[in-house]
């Protein structure tokens, strides 16, 4: 390990943000705070990019590691202990400037932090909420914090730490037990687990306290709870009996992970199928009350046989990662479940058509909807219908009967709703419901080559009709 | 049943011309309203060539006359009404007057539900200016970049295609409630001033050159290198994609940004 003694700030600042640029989550997204009137900063809900690095990721947050000094070697991890690269751990004061002078001019919306296992997990922790404890009460910042939560350090520490942070994240690294295992030696899935669900109960327990009712996961349920003004509970929020800290010129009541949970898995590191994937992300919304799941295309970073080779960088599952995000999105705000995108027998996305598209056409007994009656949950299952599209026009259409025109004005994309709707009783061009003719619309002659060697099982063979368009109009009637 | 307008009046037009505020369009609502909708119409001042067969009239901005109109929409309609049409006031759409003008006509007539009747046209159209101006301020949010100057003075510029000062100025006064800040607006010489501590305030005709007077604090080039250090860091090589950087902080943003300029 080389460690480097009277390392500058810039030197530190490029190893441990080097460090730290796989993490998913740069989300400052799920709060709204006002400023607390002794320092700086505020927090909105919907989250603010401040810039996009070449990757096209956005920069929300200072995101770094508090050292990479890691005595764990993990096997995908830049950081492990069998590495030689150089080693770096900053000091709290030195994580704060960093963030109060970046916030201040606009840089960033708050700050990542995130750690190796620096001694031990519990060690680890405790600089961890040092770091956050001196930013909220000396420096008085009032921006967004993203904790990670150190699995293995113990359950006060979590606790203290979740009164300070905005969202806490603890990550659950790989999809299964196993993979954890032969990748990551010194992890296991039940300390992973533990801290998680502590965070869970405390979030419950002080939304509970502060009369809070909001949908504790990041799930899309049909009877979403009602607003209610509950009155403020008592003082006592936590099992543990620990008090929440006294901030400073306080104008609104302290809340536990006030943004909520996360966590992120890592994608094709080992040989899980999508389904397994998205069933585990399922679970956890589910049984965690995460707000997000964020899933990381790996990156063999480290070269190590045991993990897929990509050569030249060539071969990182970016394709799967995004269609895993449209899948997450479906399950969060469109009413899916794991099993109706995916199954056992069919485990892998397709690779040519989103999730919602492919389940559309596999399931043509349901449409084509009529736009000017269909309800809300019927509207969102369309493809090219979205959520706020989805709105527009459920609002729109008790004033006035909606048209084509009307609906593509409200943000529908029609090259893929047109097949799936009608307005007024007609759909827009005279269309067969047939799987391939839509599909092969939709993809395109070119793609529909290639997708129908891949799904040569659940599709018939190209036929110079159907897929080259050398059909007559008068046979689409 | 509101979606016509006559597209040929009777009689010919009388145009309400106003400075581009929103006191300046609320008071020329004000008086083309109380001269009879059916033969006027608002337009911002522009260099325009004048027509034939309308009748022009500069209406002098006037904040009583504005305050009332601002009043009506908020008691009449709602406030979710009155923040759309200001913010839709602060696009550079040279329509939008005269698109406010007939938006407040139908909304006075059918009420608060006006703007979900987004078939309509004119609800359609001032729906479409509020989001885009919407957008911008949004991004502007995150793209502004603040430089600190001596005696403790941070200022930004910024060039905005919208008028998009003035809620940026709200943000930043509740986040960087403890600093004197100022945000120049480069194209339209229109400034949000800040003293730590104190409300802001917006002030037209402050130019770049009046900013740029104060010079730059000692350690403001360290703080922009280590920001420009930990943006090239940050991006992961194997997924580099600057199509879809471009598409996410298009060029125009990007004049004042010092990790992209320096």
């Known amino acids: 390990m080389i460690i480097q003694q009277d390392m500058d700030l810039m030197k530190k600042l490029t190893i441990l943000s080097d460090a730290a640029k796989y993490d998913a989550a740069c989300t400052s997204s799920g709060v709204d705070k006002k400023n607390n009137g002794a320092g700086l900063g505020n927090a909105k809900a919907c989250g603010i990019c401040h810039s996009f690095s070449v990757d096209g990721r956005c920069i929300s947050l200072l995101k770094i590691l508090f050292t990479n000094e890691c005595i764990y070697n993990c096997r995908y991890c830049v950081n492990r202990s069998s590495n030689d690269v150089l080693r770096a751990t900053f000091t709290p004061e030195e994580v704060c400037r960093l963030t109060i002078e970046f916030y201040r001019r606009n840089y960033i919306e708050g700050l990542f932090l995130s750690s190796g296992i620096i001694v031990s997990p519990d060690e680890t922790m405790k600089r961890l909420t040092e770091t956050v404890m001196l930013l909220r009460t000396k420096y008085h910042f009032g921006g967004y914090i993203h904790l990670k939560g150190i699995p293995g350090a113990s359950q006060s520490l979590i606790e203290t730490a979740g009164w300070y942070a905005d969202r806490m994240s603890v990550n659950l690294e790989l999809p299964t037990a196993d993979g954890l295992k032969t990748l990551a030696p010194h992890k296991s899935r039940k300390n992973i687990l533990t801290p998680m669900r502590q965070l869970q109960r405390g979030i419950h327990a002080s939304q509970l306290a502060l009369g809070i009712q909001e949908p504790s996961h990041g799930l899309l349920s049909e009877n979403a709870p009602v607003q209610t003004g509950l009155s403020h509970g008592t003082g006592v929020l936590s099992a543990s009996g620990y008090q929440p800290p006294q901030r400073s010129l306080q104008r609104q009541q302290p809340r536990f992970v006030p943004a909520g949970q996360s966590t992120q898995m890592i994608i094709g590191a080992t040989k899980e199928t999508d389904y397994h994937i998205v069933t585990v992300a399922e679970a956890l919304y589910h049984n965690y009350d995460l707000k997000r799941v964020f899933y990381s295309a790996f990156v063999n970073v480290n070269h190590d046989e045991a993990l897929p080779a990509q050569p030249d960088g060539k071969g990182v599952p970016l394709l799967r990662e995004h269609r895993l995000y449209q899948a997450d999105w479906l399950m969060r705000f469109y009413g899916f479940h794991s099993g109706e995108l995916l199954s056992e027998e069919k485990p892998n996305f397709n690779v040519l058509l989103d999730p919602k598209c492919d389940w559309a056409i596999r399931h043509l007994e349901q449409f084509p909807v009529e736009i000017n009656r269909a309800d809300y949950y019927t509207l969102l299952r369309v493809p090219g219908i979205g959520v706020r599209s989805a709105q527009r026009i459920v609002k729109a259409r008790r004033s006035a009967r909606l048209d084509f025109k009307d609906i593509k004005k409200m943000g529908v994309v029609l090259k893929r709703a047109l097949y799936f709707i009608t307005c007024s009783g007609r759909t827009l061009y005279p269309i067969r419901m047939n799987e391939d003719f839509i599909t092969n619309r939709i993809i395109g002659v070119e793609a529909l080559n290639r997708y129908q060697i891949e799904h040569h099982d659940s599709y018939r063979q190209l036929s110079l009709f159907d897929d080259f368009h050398m059909d007559t109009p008068s046979s689409d009637k | ?262």
């Open chain 2, 1 to 262: 049943m509101y979606t016509s307008r006559p597209k040929a009046p009777l009689c010919p037009v009388t145009v309400y011309l106003c400075e581009d505020t929103i006191d300046g369009i609320f008071t020329a609502i004000y008086r083309a309203w109380a001269d009879g909708t059916s033969h006027t119409d608002v337009r911002v001042r522009t260099n325009d060539t004048m027509s034939l067969f309308e009748t022009y009239i500069f209406s002098e901005s006037d904040g009583t006359l504005a305050r009332k109109v601002q009043r009506s929409i908020i008691q009449k309609l709602s406030v979710d009404i009155y923040e759309t049409c200001y913010q839709a006031m602060l696009s550079d759409d040279d329509k939008k007057a005269s698109t406010l003008y007939h938006f407040l006509q139908k909304a006075f007539r059918c009420g608060s539900d006006i703007l979900n009747r987004l078939n309509d046209p004119d609800v359609f159209r001032i729906f479409e200016l509020s989001r885009t101006v919407g957008h911008e301020a949004h991004k502007y949010l995150g793209f502004v970049r603040f430089e600190e100057r001596n005696e403790n003075l941070l200022t930004a510029r910024i060039q905005p295609k919208s008028n998009v000062l003035p809620v940026l100025a709200a943000h930043f006064a509740d986040r960087l409630q403890p600093e004197n800040w100022i945000i120049l607006d480069t194209i339209r010489r229109f400034a949000a001033i800040h003293p730590a501590g104190k409300p802001y305030f917006l002030q037209w005709g402050v130019t770049e050159e009046m900013l740029l007077s104060v010079p730059v604090s000692d350690h403001e080039k360290d703080w922009e290198q280590l920001w420009s250090c930990f943006f090239n860091t940050i991006a992961i090589q194997e997924r580099r994609n600057t199509d879809l950087q471009r598409s996410l902080m298009p060029l125009h943003y990007r004049t004042y940004m010092p990790e992209i300029t320096k």
